[in-house]
């Protein structure tokens, strides 16, 4: 057997040993050191990643759950970050969802690892947050540590304590990293949301024109309702940090 051979049949058995023999000369008791190995680090990412997802599920459902990713899952980076992200994405594209699974699965999932995205950030240059005072005259920046989110779940809320059974009212987040590097969130309603939205799409914009393009959105508001509103609460994200002179980066999410 070739070099290549034997090593794709040691990586095949080392994912599936249930199901792929180990290549031959190898003895049984250095390909369990290996097996362990392997597949422990593997959890150990993921349940660094996911934390709360873990803490809902039984031991052996929980490993289960790893194993079929690591199982199917083409991992191109040895980066916990990035194994992190592949889960995601296998969950959300290729898991077939089991009788163990929580119904918000995805959303939990999601929000956590927004969580570690903003967390481990590394940014090409800092921003400069805005003062508050600057706020109705600037041209106007979501930081690149900020995302605006929606799930029809409380999923600030979930724990072993609190497991809703199906979808409800959509809650809207704001989660951030401010300027301690600590990840924080701000439950928001729609029309916050609404606004740091227009404000992440239109980024550059002044306060007046975020004003002018949420009007027709809000019919129910007059012009100087809405920036009366905008304005108050501009300024308190502002104080967080959340608005700033220049976006450094884009944000991408799964």
Not at 180 to 202: C, G, H, P, R, Y
């Amino acid at each position: 057997m070739q070099f290549q051979q034997i090593q794709q049949a040691f990586i095949a058995h080392i994912k599936d040993p249930e199901h792929q023999s180990a290549p031959t000369g190898i003895e049984d008791r250095r390909m369990a050191i290996y097996r362990e190995l392997f597949f422990n680090n593997m959890e150990g990412f993921i349940a660094s990643a996911f934390p709360v997802l873990k803490s809902l599920y039984k031991e052996a459902d929980w490993q289960a759950l790893v194993r079929q990713f690591f199982i199917q899952y083409q991992c191109s980076s040895p980066y916990f970050l990035h194994i992190a992200e592949h889960f995601l994405h296998y969950l959300q594209q290729d898991y077939v969802t089991a009788e163990c699974d929580p119904v918000f699965m995805l959303e939990l999932a999601h929000y956590e690892w927004t969580e570690l995205y903003l967390a481990t950030k590394q940014l090409p240059q800092a921003e400069t947050p805005l003062a508050t005072e600057q706020i109705t005259q600037a041209p106007l920046y979501l930081s690149s540590l900020a995302m605006v989110l929606a799930y029809p779940y409380k999923v600030h809320e979930i724990s072993t304590a609190y497991q809703p059974e199906g979808p409800g009212e959509v809650q809207y987040y704001l989660l951030y990293r401010n300027a301690a590097d600590e990840v924080k969130f701000v439950l928001i309603n729609q029309l916050t949301a609404a606004l740091l939205q227009t404000l992440q799409q239109s980024a550059g914009s002044t306060l007046a024109a975020v004003v002018q393009q949420l009007l027709p959105l809000l019919p129910q508001f007059s012009a100087q309702q809405l920036m009366q509103g905008a304005t108050a609460l501009l300024q308190d994200f502002a104080a967080k940090g959340v608005l700033v002179s220049f976006q450094a980066q884009q944000n991408s999410l799964p």
